[in-house]
T-cell receptor, first 115, second 113 residues
Framework: AQTVTQSQPEMSVQEAETVTLSCTYD???????LFWYKQPPSRQMILVIR??????QNATENRFSVNFQKAAKSFSLKISDSQLGDAAMYFC????????????FGKGTRLHILP | KAGVTQTPRYLIKTRGQQVTLSCSPI?????VSWYQQTPGQGLQFLFE???????NKGNFPGRFSGRQFSNSRSEMNVSTLELGDSALYLC????????????FGSGTQLSVL
């Protein structure tokens, strides 16, 4: 069975600095999809970035980028120039290419931004 | 476009009661999925409905059930509530393909006393 592990329950970063959140996963599939979702205090989760496993190029969305290491089954999120609004819970998620398979979330990393 | 709407936002019930939560997806979205979020277990998948049919199911007891209507609105029901059912219940909608993003509602915070 697929699993997603986020080993850092909490992290803190100084405003304007860079922080990396870790995520590892386990799967026997060769094709799949990976996501990072952000959950601010409002509770509404928002997609930050996604990566298709067949794409070697790391996804980037403005200040957010990933380091996707397929062989190591690692999918870390880098946030550059951290802003106060980045403070939230971040969830890493895995989804197989089969529509009848469920999406699997990690337990989350709470990110604090220090002014 | 209106976002995903979940009602109610907060709910307090007692053990043994049943509860129904509602989720209205974004217009045009045919997939609605439900998740239970607790501090200890994180976010766990409950089930997904696509065009009124349950497409996926997580590892939850039969007390947790759901359905989807022809307008894609979905309801989740929990019968014989237990203290451990206290959680934030989130629903998400999408068009229904595996690589697309989910749009989440703000959740229903259920407290079981």
């Amino acid at each position: 069975a697929q699993t997603v592990t986020q080993s850092q329950p909490e992290m803190s970063v100084q405003e304007a600095e860079t922080v990396t959140l870790s995520c590892t996963y386990d799967t026997s599939e060769s094709d799949y999809y990976l996501f990072w979702y952000k959950q601010p205090p409002s509770r509404q989760m928002i997609l930050v970035i996604r990566q298709e496993a067949y794409k070697q190029q790391n996804a980037t969305e403005n200040r957010f980028s990933v380091n996707f290491q397929k062989a190591a089954k690692s999918f870390s999120l880098k946030i550059s120039d951290s802003q106060l609004g980045d403070a939230a819970m971040y969830f890493c998620a895995y989804r197989s290419p089969f529509l009848d398979d469920k999406i699997i979330f990690g337990k989350g990393t709470r990110l604090h931004i220090l002014p | 476009k209106a976002g995903v709407t979940q009602t109610p936002r907060y709910l307090i019930k007692t053990r043994g009661q049943q509860v129904t939560l509602s989720c209205s997806p974004i217009s045009g979205h045919r997939s609605v999925s439900w998740y239970q979020q607790t501090p200890g277990q994180g976010l766990q998948f409950l089930f997904e409905y696509f065009s009124e049919t349950q497409r996926n199911k997580g590892n939850f007891p039969g007390r947790f059930s759901g359905r989807q209507f022809s307008n894609s609105r979905s309801e989740m029901n929990v019968s014989t509530l237990e203290l451990g059912d206290s959680a934030l219940y989130l629903c998400a909608s999408s068009l229904g393909t595996e690589n697309e993003k989910l749009f989440f509602g703000s959740g229903t915070q259920l407290s079981v006393l």
